[in-house]
């Protein structure tokens, strides 16, 4: 058999890898090899990155997790599809060129380029971008089905975009009208609720009257808007105001006409908050609007007066302040105010402020004619808005089906989800700029269209404006197998079985998903969506370019290997939380792959030639040479493969991960391997274990595995598509290993770690009084147990002894060193290891040095004012010396006694 070379280099293997799978065909669920048979569906669709760039370490985390549970489910004999795509991104991708267009001195990119020369621009960076990250995603060895690539903005995800939105616009669920939206003054665009950046900076509360007679005190951050309010909101049970509760106050603050108040009662006024009473402004508050609504539909209205303009600045209605910016507009009514003695106070505060997620420029509420979603109507024929059936797929299922329910790991999410739909206002899906889908809206004069294309006849034009770029992905998980064809791959794939998505896009992407699917399918999108946290720095800092910390995965590969960064991302993680990333992280994944390869190298030299049938995971016949070391690490290998099938099938990829870890470096490596060294004669076992540890590692680390694997079994047997490891018939529900019966393996973890802990105690002997690695020593046991006896050779050898005596009624020899470890009595006799009056000589000296060390660390925690100024982690920290201080003390003052006996 080829030997593996000493060292693995990622570099050689990776590249001609991944061709090899895929030319394979095993990344397509038909090419698979158990392809005409029953293995069930699973499917995956990647969430989309933006075309606004190259991929980031967020990207590499959300590759390695997809592509983990891809290969697992592979191996598990799934026909697993995980669909590649890539999104156009509308605003993200439109703002990112204007930007690069303004740093080349094209400083109004929209007026100076017109709408098709800019489209086209936009276009070929999209295409330059897409084909980078298409190329990085294969770098991170996901293993993609690249024969069903998607992107949102290509021509049949544009009829699956302009079939939805005829189908909700014939049921009414898609409309036109007059809203209060959010806009950016800088991108000239409207945008969600949920695509606002909320930013903490410091704002000034105004409390002021109107007019002098005016007999309510109000407070404003924004008093500007002042000038188009058209109520003041109290609470009906506020006894303060309520008798004032149906008048109306006409009062002149500067505007274009004297503003009409009106004092209504509104149950949302919190009267101990302020002074209990709020300007209703329903041109300029979202909240303002809808309460403007609820007296319209009582049959009790307020007007509605635009005081700030889609420029950023006053309108005419403002009068005196028309064309003033918003801020020398609230400096001039701020001055006003004063001069007229209305200003009562003012209060700095902290203020967190919307801003366009994008463009960066603080959004303004204002009143516009747009298309939107309608989540609180009823679907025709369905009796469930849209809103309640987002609500039911994740409660009790769709349509009260369990097997319909979307499962959110971790679950402490689903209630951020119903508060979230339970203040959904209806969706404004229409954008103002130029890259996207267009809105399918055609009109004629006074006449009006909706399709994908325009009707027969001469002067149709198309609406303008285009559609939120979440519309498009919100159909992602249908929209990708072929809808609104009524597909192979529809029926087989729908509903997806896992998705995986950031936190920070619950909202804008989940909740959409599942108000598109449970619409136009009638299904829930995915049974499971797990949700992930966000990489940071080793100082809890988000990774960015502005911040000097950005991080290039792709760098990270050539340095380290995929494999390394792979399991950097994913070691330390926990469903919705965030996690960091550092170098001596990745230095130690590294370090891990570099383990791995060794470990397995070395079984290889041990194995003289590997067996195919052992290949298939089948344990293989005991002999009277197998010991108790082979019983223990065959039933930790059982544990081992069923704690992390368990937790991929839980998704705690990191726990997992670590088990796996735990096992090959501590267990394996450092102990059954160096045993093995000793007795020999393990090929067959050694096969099982280099097989299965390969298996289990496979969907952490691809690359590495398979490298090995082809170097013993040939490019015509790919591990990727071996079998996972399954519960063997010798091992019961336990893990214990019954082949093993002359060696009564229910005791063969308990005997085992009693003589780990015998041979570390030993060990710990040794290092403790300095004896040369080299030099050996003569150790005395007193057992009742066979156990030291039955394995003398090996404990001979691990521990460094030339003469061992074992019995039960073994003396403890003159001078000898008494241990009691693993339940037997050790006596260590370090006569021509060390020199005794030397080691004296350096136990005195060390315990010396902590005598003096223990009251210094004493007195600086006795010390108040350090206690009371220095951080809790500190102050741990010090408390941990010390106590590590007084341990060590009283084992120097042992080890003198010993010495001396």
Known sequence: MKELPKSYESAKYEESIYQLWEKSGFFRPEGLPDAAGQGEPY?????????????????????????????????????????????????????????????????????????????????????????????????????????????????????????????????????????????SVKGQS??????????????????????????????????ETKLGDTAVAVNPTDERYRHLIGKIFTVDVGAAEPLSLKIIGSSAVDPAFGTGALGVTPAHSQVDFDVYEQQKAANDPIGLVQVIGQDGNMTAAAGGYAGLT????????????????????????????????????????????QWFVAVNKEIPGRGKTLKELMRQAVESGHNGDPAQKVRITPERFEKIYYHWIEHLRDWCISRQIWWGH???????????????????????????????????????????????????????????????MGHEILFFWMA??????????????????????????????????????????????????????????????SPGNDSRFYDEKIEGARNLVNKLWNICRFMLLSISNPDSKLRKGILPATNEASGLADAWIVHRLERVRRDVTENLERFNFSYAGERLRDFTWNELADWYLEIAKIEGGKDELLNYIFNTLLKLWHPFMPFVTEAIWQEVYGQENLLMVEQWPAMDPLIDEFGEAHYFEHLEPTMAEADFASFQEIVTAIRSARADNKVEPAKKIAVYVKEKTPLCKNNAAILKALARISDLTVAQDTQKPEGAIALTAGGVEIFIDLAG????????????????????????????????????RAPEKVIAGEKAKLAAAEEKQAKLKQQLIALSA
């Open 190 to 223: 409207t945008c969600s609720d949920d695509e606002l950046v909320y930013v903490e900076r410091p704002a000034k509360l105004y409390y002021f009257k109107y007019s002098h007679d005016f007999p309510i005190t109000i407070a404003s951050t924004r008093p």
């Open 512 to 573: 959409r998903m599942i108000l598109m699917s449970t619409y136009a399918l009638d299904q829930i999108p995915f049974k499971d969506v797990y949700i992930h946290g966000i990489l940071r720095d080793e100082l809890g800092k988000k990774f960015s370019k502005s911040s000097g910390n950005g991080v290039d995965p792709i760098e990270v590969i050539k340095q380290y290997g995929c494999d390394a960064l792979r399991w950097s991302v994913l070691s330390g993680i």
């Open 438 to 500: 267009r809105i399918p809206v055609w009109y004629r004069g006074e006449e009006s269209y909706v399709g994908a294309e325009a009707p027969l006849g001469e002067g149709w034009a198309q609406d303008h404006d285009t559609l939120d770029t979440w519309f498009s992905s919100g159909l992602w998980t249908f929209s990708t197998l072929g809808w609104p064809a009524k597909t192979a791959d529809l029926k087989n794939f729908h509903p997806t079985s896992w998705m995986q």
């Open 43 to 183: 499917a995956i669709m990647m969430p989309p990155p933006n075309v606004t760039g190259v991929l980031h370490l967020g990207h590499a985390l959300e590759n390695s997790l997809m592509d983990t549970m891809a290969r697992y489910q592979r191996m598990r004999g799934k026909h697993v599809l995980l669909l590649p795509g890539t999104d156009h991104a509308a605003v993200a991708t439109q703002a990112k060129v204007e930007k690069l267009l303004q740093a080349e001195g094209v400083k109004h990119p929209r007026e100076q380029l017109g709408r098709e020369k800019l489209l086209e621009r936009i276009r070929a960076y999209s295409e330059e971008s897409k084909a980078i990250i298409l190329q990085q995603i294969k770098k991170m060895g996901t293993s993609c089905d690249w024969s069903r690539l998607a992107y949102t903005f290509d021509e049949q995800r544009n009829q699956a975009v302009n079939e939805i939105f005829s189908r909700m616009y014939q049921d009414g669920l898609i409309y036109r009208g007059a809203r209060v939206v959010n806009w």
């Open 326 to 369: 918003v801020v020398a507009a609230r400096e001039k009514f701020v001055a006003w105010l004063t001069d007229q003695g209305l200003l009562e106070k003012t209060e700095d505060i902290s203020q967190n402020v919307g801003t366009h997620e994008r463009f960066g420029d603080v959004a303004e509420a204002l009143p516009l004619t």
């Open 833 to 868: 290891a060390i020199d005794p009056e030397k080691e004296k000589a350096r136990l005195e000296k060390e315990l010396a040095e902590v005598a003096a060390y223990i009251p210094a660390l004493a007195a600086k925690l006795q010390n108040q004012d350090f206690v009371a």
